[in-house]
């Protein structure tokens, strides 16, 4: 078994689902309509082609990757991480912010032993963030943070300052929980930052930023963030890392940056189609240590384990203004236990988000039940 699977984790994910859904009610009351738990700021979606490398070693001709060449309709979300709608790059006392962003694939057409029964039978999720680690190490970590963030609903907070309150207070040595506590606080650090990390600032002392800020979300790499089988002896972490990205400043001073430069960049068709390329680092089973590179999604692989090239996903130009369209995109539903059972999510934060990303389906369907997201006829 490469999970280590704590006694008390079950509970804590009831919790949180429990508190997820208390959020929801708080944040969007009365008929407003719900929006996602996280993510809930999409830029657009778009359409993709995802296609397996023409020529790949045997040890990867698996899942969604088991034909060579073969290419798949896709639907991209492009959106920001956090929990509520704001601007994309947001002014403060302390100065612009810069924040997590998300990109979710969902390739049509997958045949394949799927990892559960209920929801879409032909589809595989791939769900990525633009830095290489979650904040969160565990379960144990994202219950602490839950409760923060309810207390910060009630009160209309939104930064979770309460989870920081496990952090030492200087007069005694920290203990593991500490530790992942600032571990959290320095990732949270590198991911508001605006301050690329170069020969020119790197000793400024500022928190450097995972990547520089992009100008549209195609200039972003996106990171799975967390362990997936590939296959039942085999391991990965992926990524989707662009061909190309432009030299672009991003415009910050609007609040929809994002969504604004990625329309103008699938408008421009002399500057052809956006081309990605997806990669992951591979690994043995037995080369792994369970509870540093598979419970602790704070941790980060070596870097010197490279990224084998998988597939490429190409956007072509095109426009997604129409209302119609947003809605269209809004009802799309994105989880990384949609898809084959060859790519299992591994780990707590992975165990955790099956159920939570399922309340969150429940919660935007207009007619659910809290836990039963079958029942939500609008449900895609």
């Known amino acids: 078994m490469i999970e280590n699977i704590p006694a008390d984790e079950s509970d804590q994910i009831d919790a949180i689902v429990d508190s997820t859904l208390r959020q929801l009610e708080i944040r969007y009351p009365g008929d407003e309509r719900a929006l996602r738990a996280v993510h809930a700021k999409g830029h657009a979606c778009v359409r993709a082609t995802f296609k397996v490398a023409d020529e790949l070693d045997a040890r990867y001709r698996i899942g969604v990757f088991a034909t060579p060449g073969i290419g798949f309709d896709t639907d991209i979300r492009f959106s920001n991480a956090a929990v509520l709608v704001t601007p994309d790059s947001p ?12 990109v979710a694939l969902k390739l049509h057409d ?23 680690v979650f904040a969160f190490a565990n379960v144990e970590d994202y219950a602490a943070l839950s409760a923060a963030l309810e207390r910060d609903t ?9 989870f920081f309150s496990r952090m030492p207070d200087g007069t005694s040595p ?14 949270i650090g590198r991911i508001r930052s605006f301050t690329a990390e170069t020969p020119e600032n790197k000793e400024d002392g500022k928190p450097k930023a995972f990547q520089a800020p992009p100008a549209s979300p195609v200039d972003n790499t996106y990171f799975g963030a967390a362990p997936f089988q590939l296959g039942e002896n085999q391991v990965m972490r992926f990524r989707l890392k662009p061909a190309a990205r432009s030299n672009d400043l991003p415009n ?14 699938l408008a421009d068709t002399a500057a052809g189609d956006v081309i990605f390329e997806f990669g992951a680092q591979v690994r043995s089973m037995n080369e792994l240590a369970p509870d540093v590179d598979i419970e602790d999604a704070s941790e980060q692989w070596p870097e010197t384990i490279p990224f084998v090239h998988l597939a490429t996903v190409t956007i072509p130009c095109q426009q997604f203004s129409a209302d119609g369209q947003r809605e ?9 236990w ?7 999510p591994l780990g707590g934060i992975n165990r955790l988000r099956k159920p939570v990303y399922d309340a969150s389906v429940s919660a935007r369907c207009p007619h659910y039940s809290r836990r039963n997201v079958s029942e939500c006829p609008d449900r895609q």
């Open 252 to 265: 910050v001073e609007s609040e929809d940056y994002l969504r604004e430069a990625l329309a103008r960049r």
């Open 91 to 102: 002014d403060s006392e302390r100065g612009r912010s810069h924040g997590s962003r998300g």
């Open 174 to 187: 920290p203990t593991p929980l500490q530790k992942r506590a600032a571990r959290t606080f320095d990732i």
């Open 338 to 344: 949609n898809g084959l059972e060859a790519h299992r």
């Open 154 to 162: 009630e009160t209309r907070a939104s930064n979770g300052a309460g």
């Open 328 to 336: 269209a995109c809004e009802a799309l539903v994105f989880n990384p």
């Open 110 to 132: 997958v045949i394949g032993p799927r990892l559960r029964e209920e929801g879409e039978s032909d589809t595989q999720d791939f769900l990525m963030i633009n830095q290489p």
